[in-house]
């Protein structure tokens, strides 16, 4: 079992409508990241929080929009997604954003946009 | 730019046997190097991280070495089992702040029965 947990599994969403992914994570960490993964391809980094401020934004599109509530929650907003945004969507986290310390993954929500 | 490769892309082996795995990247100059697993329609599951002064880690039937000057990292799997099929992503972490954390393509292992 993963201790990061990402709601929901899957969403399949028009490209009109507006959502949210869940990730939570108990361990005390405090950095947080959101990966994007299309098929048979690795993650691509997208966002980053550290201490629960925007670190990284590799340059992402705004039509996803991550959201920091807390130090256990990370959530990314999505509004107005292209068919090509269907991928996987992966949270992790880890200790420390810096220190090199080991992420660790939630399963993904799988993203299907219509 | 940092650039990670991973040869072979997909290898199936029969129960039993060892098998070495290769990760390579351009730029030397890492913070850390880290071995995942990733299972269909899954997350992934961090097996090992080395740490750009070590030169190997271990955990049970899995051992990864680093060579940093020649930009190689190979994750060995002793005695493979049907259930370690997945696929396995070598990623290098370029800075202490993570700005550049890139992930290799991957490689597919099938382990047959």
Aim: some cysteine; charged content about 20%; glycine content about 6%.
């Amino acid at each position: 079992d993963t201790e990061v947990t990402q709601t929901p599994k899957h969403l399949v969403m028009g490209m009109t409508n507006k959502k949210s992914l869940k990730c939570e994570q108990h361990m005390g960490h405090r950095a947080m990241y959101w990966y994007k993964q299309k098929a048979k391809k690795p993650p691509e980094l997208m966002f980053v929080y550290s201490y629960e401020k925007l670190s990284i934004n590799e340059s992402v599109p705004s039509r996803f929009s991550p959201e920091c509530p807390n130090s256990s929650l990370l959530n990314l907003h999505l509004h107005a997604l292209q068919p090509e945004d269907s991928a996987l969507y992966l949270c992790a986290s880890s200790q420390k954003h810096f220190g090199g310390q080991p992420q660790h993954f939630g399963d993904g929500t799988r993203l299907s946009i219509l | 730019k940092q650039e990670v490769t991973q040869i072979p892309a997909a290898l199936s082996v029969p129960e039993g046997e060892n098998l070495v795995l290769n990760c390579s990247f351009t730029d030397s100059a890492i913070y850390n190097l880290q071995w995942f697993r990733q299972d269909p329609g899954k997350g992934l599951t961090s097996l090992l991280l080395i740490q750009s002064s070590q030169r190997e880690q271990t955990s049970g039937r899995l051992n990864a070495s680093l060579d940093k000057s020649s930009g190689r990292s190979t994750l060995y799997i002793a005695a493979s089992q049907p259930g370690d099929s997945a696929t396995y992503l070598c990623a290098v972490l370029n800075d202490d702040y993570g700005q550049n954390f890139v992930f290799g393509p991957g490689t597919r292992l099938s382990v047959l029965p």
